[in-house]
């Protein structure tokens, strides 16, 4: 699994787990963590599919 794909999931796992048990983040930081996790995933299988090659 490339790194890009593990900061990604901690990223997205992170903001939902922070959201709903810890302390609830402003909907436009969420928002924004989210999307960069999304991001960092699809680029992540970027790399790993080229590297494959």
């Given at each position: ?41 699809i680029a992540g299988m970027i790399v790993s599919r080229n590297?494959?090659?």
């Amino acid at each position: 699994m490339n790194i890009l794909i593990i900061i990604a999931l901690a990223l997205c796992g992170g903001t939902i787990a922070v959201d709903h048990l810890i302390h609830k983040l402003p909907h436009w930081l969420a928002v924004v963590l989210y999307t960069a996790g999304i991001i960092l995933f699809i680029a992540g299988m970027i790399v790993s599919r080229n590297a494959g090659n």
